[in-house]
């Protein structure tokens, strides 16, 4: 079983910065391909980006390419989102998933992946 919690959600204005990070405790972290997921009011979860086990690939939705950057650290099992060029659209409640099944992951909403953190607010003020 798998515990993710978020931090470093809060309010950027357009343009600006936040990093988002993702403690991951009881598995083997290096097991699991790593993604982040937001949800909007109103809207569906969606995927924005996802990490394999060595960070050396790596995949974004269109929205947030170029703009957000998905990393982690195996030492500290810890997976990050640095998020530049923040827009109002950005705005949501970003989570943190887990999954051994890469496709999960990158599936629109993330239907099925085992393990989600409990969410962080992001707000972007325009």
């Known amino acids: 079983q798998v515990q993710l919690v978020e931090s470093g959600g809060g309010l950027a204005q357009a343009g600006g910065s936040l990093r988002l990070s993702c403690a991951a405790s009881?598995?083997?972290?290096?097991?699991?391909?790593m993604g982040w997921f937001r949800q909007a009011p109103g809207k569906e979860r969606e995927f924005v980006a996802t990490i394999n086990w060595s960070g050396a690939v790596t995949q974004y939705a269109d929205s947030v390419r170029g703009r957000f950057t998905i990393s982690r650290d195996n030492f500290k099992n810890m997976v990050f989102l640095q998020m530049n060029s923040l827009k109002p659209e950005d705005t949501a409640v970003y989570y943190c998933a887990a999954d051994w099944d890469r496709s999960r992951l990158v599936a629109s909403t993330g239907d099925g992946v085992p393990y989600w953190g409990q969410g962080t607010q992001v707000t972007v003020s325009s």
């Open positions: 009881g598995g083997t972290f290096r097991s699991y391909y």
